[in-house]
């Protein structure tokens, strides 16, 4: 696809990075030239200096044969207008607008093409947070994924020494817990997959992929992961959008301190949360200050900070302090992909927590939900089949009749709507049927064209 986006700040600069791997025709425009020529130097792409929100500057950057049109420059009203001239002017079929306010964010006339003509919304403040609840909501999880609207999940779980998965092997595992509906899809040592066969060997400190229904995803967690304690105390470090968005919606369901270096900040915080969440001035990565606030006793310890570097070492420092568990806010892919095995449990990119919005647009075929995994190297991805036997690659067919790429697997496929609706872990006899969820995982996005290849459905498959 031919995409633009606006903005070469961190979520474009994240945004276009992973776009740009997937063969994507990127064009980024931005008003700063030494963030362009930076990203033309590391990334394949082409970039355009000046004002996005000007035909002009467009019409340079490609916009006539554009097929998206992605606006994530830091202000909101900016994003709003270059949305608006890429729909009139142009006529991009798709446009995409990073709005921070949810004043300007609502569904309504205001984005609509009579409005500012914004298809898509996204907010990578929301998003962390959304992710972030999740986590706590499921505290053994190191990802919790959502397909079908929520029937369906994919999890990522560190295998536990008190794991009835630990030193089993996955057919063993299967075994023992008959009354689980799962399916491994995946187990990663380090940075090393191990083949999915019914003989491997699962060790405690693996990594493990789960597609589960929603109705067992608490009891996969307890098995694969151990004993569940549920999350009461947080500590979050940095209270910027994303921390102050977070200690609100914990009001009621956990004790929460928040941290800030910035005193007018703290000053800020206190007038917008209740007396019952703790503000504290200090610097995140003071070993004293996070000793005398108790950091051993946080079941999670947050650093949400705008610098890596700061969520980095408080995290690191937390933990060595006690905290049960420490995520880390980090925008540096290089960071996130050096953090990969450390003391920090969790590493939250706000770009990443996005990408699978977009990602859904840009896929090919009937493609409904898209998540990226273990810093984008891997990918989860929904889709509907649609046909008949003699037009579609998948209905009508078993399972073991259908040409899947070496690596891809097929995990669950979500059959039916409403209270009628099923999700199904699929044996080798199970035939697929128009309208099912199929979602399949590939441990490498090299096989995405292969996948998505499946859903097309064709008047001359045979």
């Not at 003509?117 to 959304?130: F, G, K, L, N, Q």
């Not at 499921?138 to 994924?145: D, G, I, T």
């Amino acid at each position: 696809m031919r995409i633009i986006i606006l903005g070469a700040g961190r979520v474009g600069e994240s945004v276009a990075e992973s776009l740009a791997l997937e063969q994507n025709d990127i064009t980024i425009i931005d008003a700063d030239p030494d963030h362009v020529h930076a990203l033309e130097e590391r990334l394949e792409l082409r970039g355009v200096v000046g004002n996005g929100t000007h035909p002009s500057v467009m019409r340079q950057a490609g916009a006539a044969d554009a097929d998206m049109f992605i606006a994530c420059s830091p202000l909101d009203e900016t994003n709003l207008v270059a949305c608006k001239v890429a729909s009139a002017v142009f006529g991009i079929p798709t446009t995409v607008a990073r709005l921070r306010s949810s004043e300007l964010s609502e569904p309504g006339p205001l984005l609509e093409k009579e409005g500012f003509a914004v298809d898509r919304v996204i907010c990578p403040e929301e998003s962390v947070t959304h992710y972030i609840h999740q986590l706590i909501e499921h505290p053994e999880a190191l990802q919790v994924l959502t397909f079908s609207q929520g029937r369906a999940h994919l999890i990522a779980v560190r295998v536990s020494e008190q794991s009835d998965l630990a030193s089993a092997t996955i057919g063993a595992f299967a075994a023992r817990h008959p009354e689980v509906e799962m399916r491994i899809v995946a187990v990663y040592r380090g940075d090393d997959e191990l083949p999915i066969d019914p003989r491997t060997t699962v060790r405690a400190g693996d990594e493990v992929f789960v597609i589960v229904d929603h109705a067992n995803l608490r009891h996969t967690l307890r098995v694969i992961a151990g004993q569940e304690r549920p999350v009461r105390r947080v500590m979050i470090a940095g209270g910027g959008r994303v921390g102050l968005r977070l200690a609100r919606s914990l009001i009621g369901q956990c004790r929460v301190k928040i941290i800030d270096r910035d005193r007018k900040r703290c000053e800020y915080l206190a007038t917008e949360l209740p007396a019952e969440v703790l503000t504290l001035h200090g610097d995140v990565a003071d070993e004293e200050l996070l000793l005398d606030e108790n950091v051993g006793d946080m079941d999670l310890f947050l650093a949400l900070t705008n610098d890596d570097e700061d969520n980095i070492m408080s995290t690191m420092l937390a933990k060595r302090l006690g905290a049960r568990r420490v995520l880390a806010l980090i925008n540096r892919r290089a960071y996130a992909d050096m953090m990969q095995g450390s003391a920090i449990d969790i590493a939250v990119s706000p770009a990443h927590a996005v990408i699978g919005e977009l990602l859904a647009h840009v896929r090919r075929g009937a493609v409904a939900a898209v998540h990226s995994l273990r810093r984008g190297t891997a990918e989860a991805l929904e889709g509907v089949a649609h046909g008949d036997a003699r037009s579609s690659k998948l209905v009508g067919r078993r399972v073991e009749q259908v040409r899947m790429p070496h690596g891809a697997r097929l995990g669950a496929i979500v059959r039916g709507e409403g209270d009628a609706c099923e999700v199904l872990m699929p044996h080798h006899d199970t035939v697929i049927e128009t309208g099912d969820h199929v979602i399949i995982f590939m441990a490498h996005k090299r096989m995405l064209r292969d996948v998505e290849k499946l859903f097309q459905v064709s008047a001359t498959f045979l």
